[in-house]
C-alpha cells in the first residue's frame, strides 16, 4: 500500500482540490495530513474527508513530513505538497516503478495549474533527472524502509526536499514518471513568474555553496 503525506499549514484553500485528486487515482492509497499548527479550517477539511488520518506536529515541513512517515503504514511512502494534484494513474506508477529493485525513489514530471509560456519551459526543464531540477512539489516517493534507513528529512526551514535526495539518489536510480503532477502557480503569479523563478534559482545555487538553509529562508519568506 502506499502511504500519501501531505504537510499543511494554512491551506484551507487548496487542501480539497489535493484530497479529491488522491481519491480520483485508481489504487488503495493512506492519505495521512501532518499538520503544522493551522489557525484556517485546514484540519476540518481534512477530517471531513473520510479515512484521512490527522496528524499534528510543530510547524516545519521537514518535521511534519517526518511525522507523518512514523504514522504511516505503507510500504511506500508518497510526499505530497497541499497545492498539488496527482494523475489518476499515478499509484499505478509508482507501484511499477518500485518493484524494480534498482530503484532508489523518484518523482513525476511537473505541470502548473496557470497558462505561461514560461511555466511551460519551467516545467520541461523539471524533467531533467538532476537533483538541481527536482523538487518537492513533484512528489517525492520511496519506500518505507528506505526512508527510514537514510533517516528521513532533515528538520531545516528550506531545502529540505534537496537534502534527501543527497542522501537517496546514492541509493540507487531515481526516476522521473512521465504523468505529471499538477501543481499551483499561486506563488509565481503573486510575486512574478520571471522574478519568483530567479528567486528560486539563487537559492538552490547558494544551498549548494553550503549557506545555512535558516539564513536562505529570510530570503524565500
Not at 499509484?91 to 518493484?99: G, P
Not at 514560461?118 to 524533467?127: E, G, N, Q, Y
Not at 514518471?177 to 499538477?182: C, E, L, M
Not at 503569479?189 to 549557506?211: A, E, F, W
Request: aromatic share 8%.
Amino acid at each position: 500500500m502506499i502511504s500519501v503525506i501531505i504537510p499543511t499549514l494554512n491551506e484551507e484553500q487548496v487542501i480539497p482540490a489535493a484530497l479529491q485528486s488522491l481519491r480520483a487515482c485508481e489504487g488503495e492509497c493512506e492519505i495521512i495530513v501532518a499538520d503544522g499548527g493551522s489557525t484556517d479550517n485546514t484540519i476540518a477539511v481534512a477530517r471531513c474527508c473520510p479515512g484521512v488520518t490527522h496528524v499534528p506536529y510543530r510547524q516545519g515541513r521537514g518535521a511534519q513530513m517526518n511525522a507523518g512517515a512514523g504514522a504511516a503504514r505503507g510500504d511506500i511512502l508518497l510526499f505530497l505538497h497541499a497545492d498539488t494534484l496527482l494523475p489518476r494513474c499515478a499509484f499505478q506508477h509508482i507501484t511499477a516503478a518500485m518493484t524494480d529493485p534498482a530503484v532508489a525513489g523518484g518523482c513525476f514530471h511537473l505541470s502548473f495549474d496557470f497558462p505561461s509560456y514560461w511555466l511551460k519551459a519551467f516545467a520541461l526543464v523539471a524533467r531533467i533527472n538532476h537533483i538541481l531540477f527536482t523538487y518537492g512539489d513533484q512528489g517525492l516517493f520511496m519506500t518505507a524502509r528506505t526512508f527510514k534507513d537514510i533517516g528521513g528529512y532533515k528538520d531545516i526551514p528550506l531545502m529540505e526536499d534537496v537534502e534527501i535526495q543527497k542522501r537517496l539518489r546514492p541509493l540507487g536510480r531515481f526516476v522521473k514518471i512521465g504523468p505529471p503532477v499538477i501543481t499551483s502557480a499561486r506563488r509565481f503569479v503573486r510575486r512574478g513568474i520571471i522574478r519568483q523563478q530567479m528567486l528560486n534559482t539563487v537559492l538552490v545555487g547558494l544551498y549548494h555553496l553550503r549557506l545555512a538553509p535558516s539564513r536562505l529562508k529570510r530570503f524565500y519568506a
